[in-house]
């Protein structure tokens, strides 16, 4: 198993913050480079509680779909969302949210199982791990950049 823990700080109120990571557009101007779009279940709007989302996107020269499940729902401090179909043998993605006096601190802790022992093994350590951080960064600045500006206006009200 792979766990990547990330921790970001958003000069925004920790409200803010929450509903911008359950967006699914933002999520898909996020991930844009990959192509992946939101194609089943909730596909545009906000994600909320025992919702469903289908990603379909290119991940090493693959078009990939990824079913996940909001499993907690705690606004405005965590929700967790857990591969129910898709490639990994397992995958769960937990995000939590802390207001502080001037910003929100947003953590990541993404887990995930890769398929085919022991090859999966050497992938998670290879490629996934890597290319999964870098997904997560690049999403959490777009939140962020969002989030600091009146760009939210678009995606929230």
């Not at 929700?79 to 990994?88: A, I, K, P, S, T």
């Not at 022992?117 to 999403?139: K, Q, T």
């Amino acid at each position: 198993m792979v766990r990547i823990e990330l921790s970001t700080r958003i000069a925004a109120p920790v409200e803010r913050v929450f509903d911008l990571a359950r967006s699914i557009d933002l999520h898909m101007a996020s991930t844009d480079w990959t192509g992946e779009r939101a194609i089943a279940g909730v596909t545009h709007g906000l994600i909320g509680p025992e919702q469903e989302v289908t990603w379909r996107g290119r991940h090493f020269g693959f078009m990939v779909r990824h079913t996940s499940l909001i499993t907690i729902y705690e606004r405005p401090t965590h929700f967790q969302d857990v591969m129910v179909r898709g490639l990994f043998k397992s995958f769960r993605h937990d995000h939590f949210f802390e207001a502080r006096e001037d910003a929100t601190i947003m953590k990541d802790r993404m887990e995930f199982v890769a398929p085919l022992a022991p090859l999966g093994r050497l992938a998670e350590r290879i490629a996934l791990d890597n290319h999964l951080r870098n997904l997560l960064e690049r999403r959490n600045a777009c939140i962020q950049r969002v989030a600091e500006s009146d760009e939210w206006k678009t995606l929230l009200l």
